[in-house]
């Protein structure tokens, strides 16, 4: 991420008075809506740098839904419909493919949006709207010392599926069609601490977990299921794109869906992030910063 | 509008599965959330399409969130807060002063978004999040026989105020930054029967409404308000960007607003829209189809 782009972060974070707005990038707004809590959440695509020029278009559209209903589920609300904004590229029927059958699968309405054309390098944008099924609604904030670190499955399958995709041969899913864990985020939000989805490599999103909620993380990288060979492991830990739920609970939590135990947490004591024992300063080679 | 498009258009309407779904282009989403009603749109422009290369960003951001809101107001929908797309243009402290004074004139929060970079030409999209204020909420589709046209302000002020910016001479504030008639939307709310804003051209805009609600409309084009010379006057119905609320109500109404009737709504008879006594065929040449 360029500085600039932190800078100008800052200044929207300046200017969203929203107390509930939770910023920009991965994460939703909430706000209180009648009696109701809405979670609100958007993210661009654009091509040839959230994804590549000549993939199928049916893919891109199933990647954008779930990328933006995998924010929702860390917030354990309900998807409600998502707005389209939708740059023309020559093979809408391709698209319009991919997102039908990703609005089936999630069981989402299409509310609306915008078409526009113009542009050399495609740019898609979704805007995906939600009901908070608990409030308060899981943040990224929320850790406690003493609580217990999960993750709601393996990291590193869209790393070997991606590189499947690059050469043409091996199981393409994990990176072509990513699941956005909806009801499994709605089970978990009653219970938790904290909670995000993995989206951009497990160890960044757990610093930055650590960091929202002002403790130390401590990872036990032996203990995180992947989906890679062993030798990838500090690989598959970078990694983005898995969509797993990483979260915090109390240590004798009873659990509603399967999960794995990977750290702890605890007071603040200088290092945000501790691997096997090892602290960790600063962002830097832990995960995909994008601009 | 290409035909692609249009195709692409009617795919995605086939997908919105919402019955209260409104579709594509300048309409809003209309959704019930508990005991309240979420009024949605999002609109995407695109450098050198929508808005001029080597403009001065913080009158992007202006006109973005003054579409977006506009779109609002014909729903008589009060804003709640807006969800940013941002494409880093490289002059984004611009961008962010422009976005403030907007966000502050409409008071308004910015609630979150995203960033990316990455494209030839920027592209800015923006979700804007409403609460109705009536309901049933106005649609384009409501006019009924006997019913009066009426239109809230001047059109042809953004087409004067476009060639004052594009000559270097001359008032541009009508192009630059348009107003979105908020309180006007909400005040007319519970008393019209159709209303919707006018972005694309008064002529084209009249057509949609007509054809929306199984109509015929017939306006009086010199009865139209104008702010442009008398003798462009068939451009200044033609031109959008003025944002002016256009809509229908009983004969017998008090408005609660200062408005102007331009026509009358009679039953459907072959012809969608009739000027002067002269029915209009197709939308071509009306105002302005975008891609």
Sequence with gaps: MPRGELAFIAALRELARNPAARGFEDDCAVLPFGAETLVLTHDTMVEGVHYL????????????????????AAKGAKPVGVLLSYMLCGDEERFVAGLDEALKFYDVPLLGGDTVGGSEAQVLGLT?????????VPSRGGARPGDTLYLTGPVGGAMMAFEAYRDGAGERAAYLRPLALVSEGIALAPLVTAMMDVSDGLLLDAFRLARASGVTLEIETASVPIDAP??????????????QLLFTAPADARLPVAAHRIGSVRAASGETLVLDGEPVSGTSGLGYEHG
Tied chains: 1, 2.
């Design 53 to 72: 020029s000549g993939i199928d278009p049916a893919d891109v559209a199933w990647k954008l839904v779930s990328v933006n209903l995998s924010d929702l």
């Design 230 to 243: 062993e030798g990838r492991r500090a690989e598959a830990l970078r990694w983005g794109d898995d969509y």
């Design 128 to 136: 995906a709207v939600g009901r908070a099924t608990h409030t308060p």
